[in-house]
T-cell receptor, first 111, second 111 residues
Framework: NAGVTQTPKFQVLKTGQSMTLQCAQD?????MYWYRQDPGMGLRLIYY???????DKGEVPNGYNVSRLNKREFSLRLESAAPSQTSVYFCASRWSPEAQYFGPGTRLLVL | QKEVEQNSGPLSVPEGAIASLNCTYS??????FFWYRQYSGKSPELIMFIYSNGDKEDGRFTAQLNKASQYVSLLIRDSQPSDSATYLCAVGGAAGNKLTFGGGTRVLVKP
């Protein structure tokens, strides 16, 4: 099992460009999550999907959209990237009631 | 707003000693509590979870939960240089779908 995978690992964008971060899990987990991690800010929840077909906003959803494509895949889209979105993005999945398991992360730099 | 607080550290510990990490949370309805370890440049990995008041031991790690005082702690016995990392406390609400993370405590184990 690969667990939780994320692509790409690194990305540099210019302000205003768009991109989609991909996440997939092979653990048959119902819930999936997107976080961003900034120095001194800890992990902050952007969006989550409690089950296939549902998505909900987290703590910092502005500037992002998500799609739960199927049970395995949960993507995060930046429509018009801003320098404030420079961060490390982690995807996680969970099978209730267990803990969340994280992917390796995507490092995003917006110039 | 639900908050989870941790001392950012660094907590400097001699090799072989006990490292004691604390975490307090604001939501009295919290039901699940997790400790993650995160090495620099890597994703968080689960160390332990605890749901009930008292102690839970797993190898060199012991989690302690006191719901009345709203704190959870992690003890690392016989600390090793490989334990040097940032430790994240995460708290789940009654619904359990979302976790709120603390900012993390950086631990340095000196040989």
């Amino acid at each position: 099992n690969a667990g939780v995978t994320q692509t790409p690992k690194f990305q540099v964008l210019k302000t205003g460009q768009s991109m989609t971060l991909q996440c997939a899990q092979d653990m048959n987990h119902n819930s999936m999550y997107w976080y961003r991690q900034d120095p001194g800010m800890g992990l902050r929840l952007i969006y989550y999907s409690a089950s296939e077909g549902t998505t909900d906003k987290g703590e910092v959803p502005n500037g992002y959209n998500v799609s739960r494509l199927n049970k395995r895949e949960f993507s995060l889209r930046l429509e018009s990237a801003a320098p404030s979105q420079t961060s490390v993005y982690f995807c996680a999945s969970r099978w209730s009631p267990e803990a969340q398991y994280f992917g390796p992360g995507t490092r995003l730099l917006v110039l | 707003q639900k908050e989870v607080e941790q001392n950012s550290g660094p907590l400097s510990v001699p090799e072989g000693a006990i490292a004691s990490l604390n975490c307090t949370y604001s939501d009295r309805g919290s039901q699940s509590f997790f400790w993650y370890r995160q090495y620099s440049g890597k994703s968080p990995e689960l160390i332990m979870f605890i749901y009930s008041n008292g102690d839970k031991e797993d190898g060199r790690f012991t989690a302690q939960l006191n719901k009345a005082s709203q704190y959870v702690s992690l003890l690392i016995r016989d600390s090793q240089p490989s334990d040097s990392a940032t430790y994240l406390c995460a708290v789940g609400g009654a619904a359990g779908n979302k976790l709120t993370f603390g900012g993390g405590t950086r631990v340095l184990v000196k040989p």
